[in-house]
């Protein structure tokens, strides 16, 4: 054994055994491991945030519902994405249109988007005749729309009844993300499956907004017979 400070040496005791005494310096605790820790926060954390985006759409979903359905039509249209409804409305049209036209049917894909270019201008009178904001936010308030967009859209509604435990659990079964910043939802169940619409959000600046009605196949039609006769007119 050397002096104080020095290195531990064994010394003997009464019972014959050896043991080490202290140098004075002092023992090291088994170090904390900070990695493991760090992994498991950075785990929670990243659940929390994806189980927070899973929920949002519906969360939006269900606030837009609570307006539809007290009639707050302005709550309705705040939550609605102008621009990209109108230009859905105007596809679907066109491609009715041309469904419904033998003439048009036989085109190739270069020579239908000529006709579209063409019939844009009677799209966008269709657009804004019958498919105004109004119009929408009746279709998803159940409030009556005027005659003349009544008379195109019928009396369907755009979206699902929510009165009890039953329509929320169909309608949550008739809804999910179809990309990963786009939700869709399915009208009310009941309806004839010519007669149901479909609702698709996108996620726009943190916000779910309703970007596209997918119009029945009846109204659709209504409204190509609609332009195909504003084209005859016009000829």
């Known amino acids: 054994m050397t002096g104080k400070g ?9 019972s014959g055994a050896w043991m080490p ?27 929390l945030a994806g189980l927070g ?40 049209i066109v491609r009715a249109f041309v469904a419904r036209n033998p003439q048009a049917r036989g085109l190739d894909p270069m020579s239908r988007q000529m006709v579209a270019s063409v019939i844009g201008g009677y799209v966008t009178a269709i657009v804004s005749d019958h498919l105004t904001l109004d119009a929408i936010a009746g279709l998803v308030t159940r409030q009556r729309v005027s005659t003349g967009a009544g008379d195109i859209l019928g009396t369907g509604s755009a979206f699902p009844r929510l009165e009890s435990w039953r329509d929320v659990w169909a309608a949550f079964g008739a809804a999910g993300f179809t990309g990963p910043t ?54």
């Not at 899973?54 to 302005?74: D, K, L, M, N």
């Not at 939700?183 to 479909?198: I, K, N, Q, V």
């Open 21 to 47: 005494i202290s140098t004075g310096e002092p023992e090291l605790s088994r170090p904390v491991r900070p990695r493991r820790r760090f992994g498991r926060i950075l785990a929670a954390v990243i659940l």
């Open 182 to 235: 786009r939700f869709s939802l399915e009208s009310d169940m009941a309806a004839a499956p010519g007669e149901r619409f479909r609702l698709h959000f996108g996620l726009k600046e943190w916000s779910w907004l309703l970007r596209s009605v997918e119009l029945p196949e009846s109204v659709l039609n209504r409204l190509a017979d609609e332009l195909k006769t504003r084209i005859d007119r016009q000829n």
């Open 53 to 92: 985006y899973w929920i949002s759409p519906y969360v939006a979903v269900a606030r837009f519902a609570s307006a539809a359905h007290a009639g707050r039509t302005e709550a309705v249209l705040a939550r609605i994405d102008v621009d990209d409804l109108r230009a859905s409305f105007a596809r679907q």
């Open 6 to 14: 020095g290195p531990c040496r064994p010394l003997p005791v009464a």
